[in-house]
């Protein structure tokens, strides 16, 4: 299909992307093609590839498609108060913006420090904060599975496998809600994330454990403590909230659909079945930025110019009707999606393994110990958080028969 090139460029933000993301994304290809001029806050111009095969382009040729931020041609119009800058960050000395040999040997330090942990210890941590989570509200008969248990459950696992005490938990729960959701407390929650990284660094060079900071910082790579603090940050913050709205999207999908229905009443093969589907066609992570043009060059039909920012839309190329031929379903052992990413940027694998055991085991455990469970509202008035980036529930509220506390 040839684009449009007439048409006028898409706002990225607004209700559609919360309420019909899918017929949104849709009616981008019919009207764009599959790379589609956006507009971001301050009609700051961007790319969104939307096409299956043009985003394994990108995601694949690191040096034309860059994660140098520096390259981009519109910082002299980026205010210092610009809502993205967290999304879209310049100079940060974070794995995200590393490119080269240097990323390469930051992805290894990272992918071997989660590669060591012990799969039955882990699913052992999550069961334990799992069920301390659901001992909260069991006895009460209802509850709300994402602000009471999947915004809870994944930085707490992750805290213990990086060695924070137990009771510094629940504060990194609040200040990584915080900087996540965006708003008044956005700042103060990153100052305290950073700040208890800080101190964990120092504490474990002082006394290494078994844990995922000393083993970074037994890395020979000569990583500063500032680098490995904004690692750390990086890897909990894209390790909780994806793997709380996974947690969440599965559950609203197993709840809704009657295909799953025999998973709620004491079966668990569906579980992971779910859990894939929900990878393909309702993804946590729907849009990431970015990549930036380091010279000219075609895709799709466009001309991307050198410096122009390419947002990743994971999401849109998951449904490309060129791949997604019959638009079936995909609940079986396909994992060629892009929810994970793809190429050297992609989600390390160790880091993949560790959110499925959080989020399978977060769900067998809702399962296991909430009988009967069912929806209070209708599934159709279920509402998004108001994001184009991420795609989870603002609640999903459940009721059960009362049971007591393990």
């Known amino acids: 299909m040839t684009p449009t090139t007439a048409s006028a460029p898409v706002p990225l933000g607004g209700p559609r992307f919360q309420t019909e993301p899918a017929e949104l994304y849709r009616e981008m290809r019919r009207d764009h093609g599959s790379v589609v001029p956006v507009v971001l806050d301050g009609d700051i111009p961007a790319w969104l590839v939307l096409g299956y095969r043009e985003l394994h382009q990108v995601t694949g040729d ?13 910082w002299d119009r980026i205010p210092d108060d610009w809502p993205l800058l967290p999304m879209i960050g310049r100079k940060q000395p ?63 696992v992750l805290a213990t496998l990086y060695g924070f005490a137990d009771e510094q938990g629940p504060g990194l729960v609040t200040a990584l809600n915080d900087m996540i959701n965006g708003r008044e407390g956005a700042l103060a929650g990153q100052q305290h994330l950073a700040a208890s990284m800080a101190r964990l660094i120092a504490d474990r060079k002082e006394t290494p454990a078994n844990d995922v900071v000393s083993r970074m910082l037994a890395n020979t790579a000569g990583f ?77 039909g466009r001309r991307v110019r050198a410096g122009d920012l390419l947002l990743l839309g ?26 994970f990413g793809h190429g050297e940027h992609r989600c390390p694998f160790p880091a993949q393994e560790v959110a499925e055991v959080i989020a399978r085991t977060g769900i067998e455990v809702v399962l296991d110990r909430l009988p009967d469970i069912d929806l209070t509202v209708p599934a159709e008035s279920l509402a998004r958080r108001p994001s184009p980036w991420l795609r989870g529930l603002s609640e999903l509220p459940v009721r059960f028969t009362p049971v007591p506390v393990l």
Not at 62 to 70: G, I, M, N, T, V
Not at 123 to 149: M, N, W
Not at 315 to 338: I, K, M
Request: net charge negative.
């Open 62 to 74: 690191p040096q034309l498609f860059s994660r140098d931020s520096d390259l981009w041609s519109q």
């Open 94 to 156: 974070s794995i995200l913006y590393t490119v080269g040999e240097r990323h390469r040997e930051r992805a290894a330090m990272i992918s071997d420090a989660l590669e060591a942990v012990d799969p039955f210890e882990l699913r052992s941590q999550a069961e334990k904060f799992a069920d301390e989570l659901i001992d909260a509200v069991c006895p009460k008969g209802e509850t709300d599975l994402i602000g009471d248990y999947a915004a809870l459950l994944p930085v707490r």
């Open 224 to 300: 500063s403590d500032e680098e490995i603090v904004q690692d750390l940050m990086v890897m909990m913050a894209a390790g909780h909230q994806p793997t709380a709205d996974w947690i969440g999207n599965s559950l609203r999908l197993m709840l809704t659909d009657e295909r799953f229905a025999a998973s709620l009443f004491g079966g668990r093969h569906s579980v992971a079945e779910a859990m894939n589907e929900v990878l393909w066609e309702d993804t946590p992570t729907q849009n990431v930025a970015g990549r930036w043009a380091s010279r000219d060059t075609q895709l799709g």
């Open 314 to 339: 994971l999401q849109g190329a998951n449904s490309d009707p060129q791949v997604r031929t019959d638009s079936s379903a995909l609940t079986g052992g396909n994992n060629a999606h892009f929810s």
